[in-house]
């Protein structure tokens, strides 16, 4: 009987860093012994992969999407090349895959399938603002993205305040790039004076930013946050 392939979870770059710079050299000997990969979007998963193993030829790849136009019922089959002992590595288009990411999916599938899933060693965004925030390691929460509206996104700051407070729980969230700015006006309105707000941006990049500061203290610093990814934190003590 063959052997079962694995899942490799590869992490990327976050940003336009060397690979070996933040990765281990263990992810590039998985990735030059992968043909087949499972990614968000083609073109950047084959400029990573040629980055990191710029001897691999092109043309013996075999990419999948899983994009959000990627049709349910095709990404179903595409762990079927493990049942034939083909592993294959599942990308995301920045940090590790799973994580904030849609490639959850196919983890959940491969855990269905009896695949065993290897995750590799690579930098998590949200792990590293919380390492570096200051605040409460021993608890925390993901919220991923907050609503778009103003008021509701107010309504669900002030929510997540109160969980932090009750909870001793640190709150961790996300905004797309181009609103970071109007979301550091929301956090300074909406939260008490003395609730910290940690912002960190551009992470493992030479642009790196992380800043820890109250309500109040903040009112004075104005970074440049537009279209940089960045990780917002609150805590209220």
């Known amino acids: 009987m063959t052997e079962k392939g694995k899942l490799y979870l590869i992490p990327t770059t976050l ?28 073109k950047t998963a084959r400029r990573f992969i040629k980055r990191i193993v710029p001897n691999k030829p092109q043309p013996s790849l075999v990419l999948k999407s ?23 590595g599942l990308l995301s ?15 959940k599938l491969a855990h269905q399938k009896n695949i065993q899933v290897v995750p590799l060693v690579g930098p998590s965004s949200i792990i590293l603002a919380m390492m570096a925030s200051g605040m409460n390691g021993q608890s925390f929460t ?34 797309t790039p181009y ?8 956090l300074k309105a909406a939260l008490s004076s003395n609730t910290a707000i940690c912002i960190a941006v551009d992470l493992t990049l030479p642009s790196e930013y992380i800043r820890t500061l109250s309500v109040k203290e903040w009112g004075s610093e104005h970074p440049d946050l537009h279209k940089r990814p960045a990780i917002f934190i609150i805590h209220k003590s």
Do not use: T, W
Not at 66 to 88: H, P, T, W
């Open 15 to 42: 940003g336009a860093n060397e690979p070996l710079e933040v990765l281990p050299y263990s992810v590039k000997m998985v990735i030059e012994k992968l043909a087949h990969f499972i990614v968000e979007n083609e």
């Open 66 to 88: 899983i994009d959000k136009y990627a049709d349910a019922f095709e990404v179903n089959a595409y762990l079927d090349v493990c049942d034939e002992g083909v592993s294959i």
């Open 93 to 107: 288009e920045a940090g590790v895959p799973a994580i904030a990411d849609p490639g959850a999916e196919v983890v």
């Open 142 to 175: 993901f919220n991923g993205y907050l609503p778009i509206d103003s008021s509701d996104r107010k309504r669900a700051l002030k929510q997540l305040e109160k969980i932090s407070f009750e909870k001793n729980q640190s709150q961790i969230f996300i905004e």
């Open 179 to 186: 609103r970071n700015g109007k979301m550091l006006e929301d």
